[in-house]
């Protein structure tokens, strides 16, 4: 399988996995996906439910990665699988659990990894897919990344103990839950820095842009980056819609749809590459917040970024996005694969006006036809409705991000076909909005207890980039 970028790097021969592994941004400033997507049908289906059957999870993983992948040997895959995706790293053997509630919706349960938050189900395998290619390569890694919540944890718990990988991770001091500082913070590890910036989250991402500008510093310290627009995290997260949906139906051609709570587009991207594959996904239903730029351009077809200022604070803050990360990869498709056409739209429209427009094109009209999607947002007081609701019909109780998805899917159900909500996090991660809804704080799963007592490893940092140079001279 080899990997060609959103906007048409003319390389020759093109890149396989492995090499793109280890990237972010492919050269030309675009976003890598596979040549083709590889196609399955019914008898592939077939065996996919066997193998889940027969050597779940991490085994239906190594099956469907392969697809992909093809420059890492099968066995090394499917080892790198099976401990990514172990009952010692994931709450439950099933990894996903998919359960089924009231009214043709069911719950696709990815919050179990060790950061509770569905990130670890695509983290997990990268931290491991890392350390395997760096080995081969003789090579080590420094991973410098920003965060405001769940990204930066996840990233930290599977990079821990990776040989040749260190990871210093920024924050915006005193502005992530407590529960979500105690996560990342208690982690007492040497190849583990987290670093408490006097600033908001887009002061730490400028500190961080500005170090991967100075090419000598990122060549001689080995930057690297575990943003969500790596393919490798793409393409581990289409297998939990694969086993979802094996999960949620008994006939190979049985077609389920899924509510996805989005921010960046990662994630329902991982849906529209199972679509493409040709596994029955009828409809992907696109959930945002009160930050709509993804759902607006659903509904009008004019995707119009927004500046930090636009960006509001939400009661699910991982969804508080102004423009997403993995769009282009979407509208490349879309576009029939037009590179210079995603050029014009993602390098000078967007760069002149923050804006484009693809309203009235006969692409745009036929989104949901060809490719599946709708989309909708969702509010604070429907947020909070939601939770209540679950709670009370289902005995479950869902986060605000979740809640988002299944306020939206609920617009979107379709009798005889099931609704699969994708559950992106813990309610624990965030109890001020679960105890504004239900009048309760969440319980703590037992293997959280006591985290935020744990002693702390963080440094305090100027929001100055000369210092954040100087940490990391000091520490490597
Ligand atoms: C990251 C995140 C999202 C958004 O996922 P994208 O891949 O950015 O669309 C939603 N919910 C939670 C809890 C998250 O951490």
């Known amino acids: 399988m080899r990997y060609l970028s959103t906007r048409g790097l003319p390389d020759d021969p093109r890149p396989g996995f492995s090499e793109i592994l280890l990237e972010g941004l492919a050269p030309d400033g675009g976003l890598y996906l596979p040549e083709t997507y590889p196609q399955v049908d019914a008898a592939v289906l077939a065996t996919w439910r066997s193998i889940l059957a027969d050597e779940g999870y991490a085994g239906l993983a190594a099956a469907v990665l392969s697809l992909f992948i093809d420059d890492i040997d099968a066995a090394d895959l499917r080892r790198l699988c099976a401990e990514a995706y172990s009952d010692e790293i994931f709450s439950s053997p099933l990894i996903a659990p998919v359960d089924e509630l009231d009214g043709g919706l069911w719950l696709a349960h990815l919050s179990g990894g060790p950061t ?48 040749g990988i260190r990871v210093f991770m920024l924050t915006p001091a005193g502005r992530m839950t407590p529960f979500q500082q105690a996560q990342m913070f208690s982690l007492d590890d040497p190849s583990i820095v987290n670093i408490a910036v006097d600033g908001v989250f887009d002061d730490c991402q400028d500190l ?53 709570p989005t921010g960046n587009f990662g994630d329902i991207m991982a849906g529209h590459v199972a679509r493409m594959m040709g596994v029955p996904i009828r409809t992907l239903v696109l959930a945002t917040n009160e930050n709509n730029v993804l759902d607006e351009f659903f509904r009008t077809g004019i995707y119009r970024v927004r500046g930090a200022a636009e960006t509001l604070a939400t009661s699910s803050p991982s969804m508080d996005i102004s423009k997403a ?152």
Not at 144 to 157: I, P, Q, R
Not at 215 to 244: E, H, K, M, P, T
């Open 116 to 163: 509770a938050a569905f990130k670890d189900m695509a983290m997990q395998l990268l931290g491991r897919l890392f350390e395997f290619e760096l080995a081969r390569r003789g090579r080590e890694l420094t991973i410098l990344g920003a965060t405001s919540g769940d990204t930066g944890s996840a990233a930290e718990y599977a990079m821990r103990g990776r040989r």
């Open 208 to 260: 961080v842009k500005a170090l991967f500008c100075d090419l000598d510093f990122r060549r001689r310290y080995q930057l690297g980056a575990v943003n969500s627009i790596n393919w490798a995290r793409l393409a581990a997260q289409v297998v939990y819609y694969i086993s979802s949906w094996l999960r949620a139906t008994t006939a190979d051609d049985q077609e389920v749809s899924f509510a996805v």
């Open 325 to 476: 990360s993995n769009f282009e990869r979407f509208i490349f498709d879309l576009l029939g694969r037009d590179a210079e056409r995603i050029r014009d739209l993602f390098g000078d429209q967007l760069a002149q006006r923050g804006s484009f427009s693809l309203a009235g094109t006969g692409e745009f009209e036929s989104i949901r036809a060809r490719f599946g999607f709708v989309s909708g947002s969702s509010r604070h007081a429907d947020r909070l409705a939601t939770i209540a609701q679950v709670l009370d019909r289902d005995q479950v109780l869902i986060d605000p991000h979740t809640a988002d998805a299944v306020t939206v899917a609920r617009r979107h159900l379709e009798p005889g076909i099931p609704m699969i909500v994708l559950e992106t996090a813990l309610p624990v991660k965030f109890t001020d909005t679960i105890a504004e809804a239900t009048g309760r704080v969440p319980e703590c799963p037992a293997r959280f207890e006591g985290l935020e007592e744990l002693p702390r490893h963080v440094v305090d940092l100027p929001d100055d980039a000369g210092a954040l140079r100087a940490l990391i001279v000091g520490r490597s």
